[in-house]
């Protein structure tokens, strides 16, 4: 016998032994009084389009089948959540929306729905991840980030999954090295040349590209302004940090400070940051240098924004499947306008999922 649903503020009604077949055994809806459940708006529509539920009576007695209770949309993006729902309930998952009671602790945020692992439903107690859903169109602001996952659909339905985390990166880069004393350095128009640095500073410690190229007996480097400002606050070169720090200014404005106060930290942290230009980013990282002659592939492409940033999501899709095929993980650095070290700087990661 196949039931009907009652819309009533917002849910949708089930009688009969809805809750046996639809909650208790696939994870549909929450539990009322005796066998009856309640639905949210996409899980009567998921019902209504496998045919498990006949119809739903709306508030005028209507009796609407698929098509007229999707016609309904029952709630904003209501299309882009179900397509959502549908794919990973074909996937073979359970969902609910992270909203009590469906879920007796929700994850809050921006998320749409809580996903359950496979074989498990929301009376287990378990969440395999957060689940936030958007249309291509529907920009992201840095603060509305959170871990878990951000589901986006085209305008063709196709589904993109991006698992979004935080990022916390380290490495052993040069914690066993020293920085040489006032090296001499001139200051050009847009980058520095350290006449006759110590041979560790480029073949360990990664700074600089030799003047020479690779044919070097004791390299003249070439800094960019990012590596001769950090040089120069450690008086490793001969120039006035304040000075570097106001050409940096004049060559790219303010995105200067930014792109130097992310530096900083990755240096800080033992990991060594290049130019990303060539890959679309602000920096390609190694985490684990010992020397320049046995250098391995760079890990992370990042990319540094202001905290204020809004992303669109044709261009996480870009950066995120850039990285992808050259064997990196996208990371964004988001930069307080006060920031002042690492304190000011929120690390994410996005990469793509297949759920």
């Not at 794919?87 to 996903?115: K, M, T």
């Not at 560790?200 to 390299?219: I, K, V």
């Amino acid at each position: 016998m196949t039931l009907e649903g009652r819309f009533d503020d917002g849910v949708v009604h089930v009688g009969g032994d809805a809750r046996q077949r639809y909650h208790d055994s696939r994870g549909y809806g929450y539990p009322l009084e005796g066998n009856e459940i309640a639905l949210a708006p996409v899980e009567a529509a998921h019902l209504l389009y496998r045919g498990d539920l006949e119809a739903v009576v709306d508030a005028n007695g209507d009796r609407l089948g698929f098509r007229e209770f999707l016609a309904r949309e029952p709630g904003a993006d209501f299309d882009v959540r179900f397509l959502v729902y549908a794919d990973l309930r074909s996937r073979g998952f359970y969902l609910s929306p992270a909203a009590e009671p469906w879920v007796p602790s929700p994850p809050g945020g921006e998320a749409d729905f809580a996903v359950f692992p496979r074989g498990k439903g929301p009376r287990d107690g378990e969440i395999e991840y957060a689940l936030r859903v958007i249309g291509e169109r529907t920009d992201v602001p840095a603060s509305e980030l959170q871990e878990g996952v951000l589901a986006v659909v085209d305008e063709e339905s196709e589904i993109t999954y991006f698992e979004v985390g935080r990022r916390d990166p380290t490495g052993t880069s040069g914690i066993d090295t020293t920085l040489p004393d006032n090296c001499a350095a001139d200051l050009l128009t847009d980058r520095v040349v350290v006449w006759e640095p110590p041979l560790d500073l480029y073949e360990r410690t990664f700074y600089g590209q030799p003047l020479e190229g690779r044919e070097y007996d004791e390299p003249t480097l070439q800094c960019s302004l990012l590596e001769a400002a950090y040089l120069a606050e450690r008086s490793a070169i001969d120039l006035d940090p304040a000075t570097v720090r106001e050409r940096g200014r004049e060559v790219e404005g303010e995105r200067f400070d930014r792109r130097l106060c992310v530096y900083t930290d990755l240096r800080d942290r033992g990991v060594v940051p290049k130019t990303g230009y060539k890959f679309g980013a602000d920096f390609r990282t190694y985490a684990d240098v010992e020397s320049v002659e046995n250098l391995g592939h760079s890990e992370l492409l990042v990319r540094v924004h202001p905290a204020e940033y809004v992303f669109e999501p044709r261009d996480l899709a870009l950066d995120v499947r850039l990285a992808h095929g050259v064997r990196k993980t996208m990371v964004f650095a988001l930069v307080d306008d006060d920031a002042d070290g690492s304190d000011g700087i929120e690390w994410w990661s996005l990469e793509r999922l297949t759920p």
